[in-house]
């Protein structure tokens, strides 16, 4: 979830957000971790994720926006690192590395993920979403300061490099159509968060339409289009 948005009042009842969460353990239950694996999050903004990712082993935090990460419980990590993936380096290697809705942000996103490899274990995973088609792009991407979206081709490129890509999925199926018009139609109006006030039936709905998603990414299943994109890339030893 982007720090922007929870400002805006996105909360994490939304289905989004609660979608994201099993999109996380759908994903990790194929990397078959062990419980006492080393993990950083990064880009983790309120941290969101860490009530999923400390079941798996020690988790460290690492964001540029030191607030953010304030605002975490302290059970929760074991590590808190204010700065920039870019200029980050650590002596002990993870197993684990999870970036949720931060490459999109950043301008050297080829740096980032040369960073990102140099601070994971041979054979450790990263694990990531971003928002694809660039086409998509519009006045909220623009607000939450994405610098681009992805298309697969595109970032199993910028992977390959260091990584083998061992699942990749477009993700909310169901919402290609309303969105895609949805964005064509305000693409030029005044940058902010698009996400709209839901009643609680309709967030249940598409909650369950999001989480059959996740099951489908638990069986290794991928979809062919979406809003954006999930996976796994592993690092080459």
Not at 48 to 71: P, Q, T
Not at 212 to 234: D, H, N, R, T, W
Request: proline share 3%; aromatic share 12%; net charge neutral.
């Amino acid at each position: 979830m982007d720090q922007r948005d929870v400002e805006a009042g996105i909360g994490r009842e939304y289905f989004t957000n609660r979608f994201q969460l099993d999109i996380l353990k759908a994903l990790l239950s194929r990397t078959k971790l062990r419980e006492t694996a080393s993990i950083l999050s990064i880009g983790c903004g309120e941290g969101n994720e860490l009530e999923v990712l400390k079941r798996y082993g020690v988790v460290d935090v690492l964001d540029i926006d030191g607030e953010a990460i304030e605002s975490i419980p302290k059970g929760d990590y074991c590590r808190c690192i204010v700065g920039d993936i870019c200029d980050f380096k650590s002596v002990d290697k993870y197993d684990l590395i999870v970036g949720l809705e931060v490459l999109e942000h950043i301008v050297a996103d080829a740096k980032a993920v040369e960073c990102i490899a140099d601070c994971m274990k041979p054979g450790g995973f990263f694990v990531f979403s971003v928002p694809a088609h660039q086409f998509l792009f519009s006045s909220h991407d623009r607000f939450l300061n994405h610098v681009r979206r992805y298309s697969s081709k595109g970032l199993k490129s910028l992977l390959s490099g260091r990584f083998t890509v061992a699942f990749l999925s477009f993700r909310y199926f169901f919402l290609f159509l309303p969105v895609f018009l949805s964005k064509l139609v305000n693409r030029d109006r005044d940058a902010g968060v698009e996400a709209p006030k839901l009643p609680g039936f309709l967030n249940e709905f598409l909650y369950l339409l999001c989480r059959f998603e996740a099951y489908l990414f638990g069986l290794g299943i991928s979809l062919p289009l979406g809003i954006s994109l999930v996976g796994i890339a592993k690092r080459r030893t």
